[in-house]
């Protein structure tokens, strides 16, 4: 009987360990940033109220309110950020998407033995420091950088091209940034796609663009929709590439977060626009896994 319960107790207690990292590691974080999100900014240490304390559960619970979330509704600034974010990751998205699809394709259909060569050289520029990359980037895009010294060495362009603190710029940086992340997903998912199929398509008389679409892009839609997640979540809350590549107009969420953290020290409002951030990014990711439950259900 004791060996019976103790392995019963091991049982229960292999599975929850998972549960009790995410609970302490994602969801007690979650909440304490919800919590600051309904507080009131004050100019103390730390910069906001109410302050939690054992005892006073209602004065702390009275003390809450819905202030912050308020004022991202009728601010017109949180509201074009929070809409630029989102266009600029879902256009982002389909770049990367266009981009990476023929070099997952390629990588696929290359020679095995050259395979894991191409693989490395994907994940190359992982090496390096992200930072320094989007820096070199400036030194590229810049009036008298790279790409306008050879365009107009090739004499594609008459005068320089106006590139670094633009749209443009943020698009090329996230393309060149995460490009890794869309092309291994499709490559793995294209990579299972037995030639098999394609060739018994086209013995039957199915042209190369149809069997293109007919099998290819439904074997490789998983890898699709997960370099897609891993594309749209982080570009939404990106910082770094438009700080550095669009200029001080360019509007996204992540700047605006770092703004209300960092140079207002507004905590309340900071928080409040993380849970919307938060919030938009669930979405996709319930999607997924729905997309994922239903297709393990159909093939299990």
């Given at each position: 009987m004791g060996k019976r319960a103790s392995r019963r107790l091991r049982d229960a207690l292999v599975p929850a360990v998972p549960f009790?990292?995410?609970g302490i590691f994602f969801l007690v974080p979650i909440?304490?940033?919800?919590k600051i999100s309904l507080s009131d900014p004050v100019a103390a240490q730390p910069p906001y109220v109410p302050v939690f304390e054992w005892g006073d559960w209602k004065g702390f619970l009275a003390a809450l309110d819905l202030e912050n979330y308020r004022v991202l509704l009728e601010d017109p600034l949180y509201r074009d950020a929070i809409l630029s974010s989102v266009y600029i990751a879902i256009t982002s998205t389909l770049l990367l998407l266009l981009v990476g699809f023929p070099i997952a394709y390629a990588m696929a259909r290359a020679a095995p033995r050259v395979r894991p060569l191409l693989v490395a050289?994907?994940?190359l520029p992982f090496w390096t420091s992200f930072l320094i990359r989007i820096y070199a980037w400036i030194g590229i895009l810049k009036?008298?950088?790279?790409?306008?010294?050879i365009l107009l060495w090739l004499g594609l362009v008459s005068e320089p091209l106006v590139l670094l603190n633009t749209q443009t710029a943020i698009f090329i940086g996230i393309v060149y940034a995460y490009l890794p992340f869309m092309v291994l997903p499709l490559y793995a998912a294209l990579e299972r796609i037995d030639p098999v199929l394609l060739e018994a398509a086209e013995?039957?008389?199915s042209p190369p663009w149809k069997s293109f679409f007919t099998i290819t892009i439904p074997l490789a839609f998983p890898g699709i929709v997960a370099g897609s997640l891993l594309c749209f979540i982080p570009a939404v809350g990106e910082f770094v590439i438009p700080d550095l590549l669009g200029g001080p107009e360019t509007l996204m969420i992540g700047r605006q977060l770092w703004?209300?953290?960092?140079s207002n020290r507004d905590w309340p409002l900071a928080s409040a626009v993380a849970i919307v951030m938060l919030i938009i990014l669930?979405?996709?990711?319930?999607a997924y896994?729905?997309?994922?439950?239903?297709?393990?259900?159909q093939h299990g």
């Open positions: 009790l990292w995410l909440l304490i940033v919800l050289l994907v994940i009036a008298d950088g790279f790409l306008n010294q013995d039957l008389g703004s209300e953290f960092f669930v979405g996709p990711i319930v896994r729905n997309f994922e439950a239903q297709r393990v259900g």
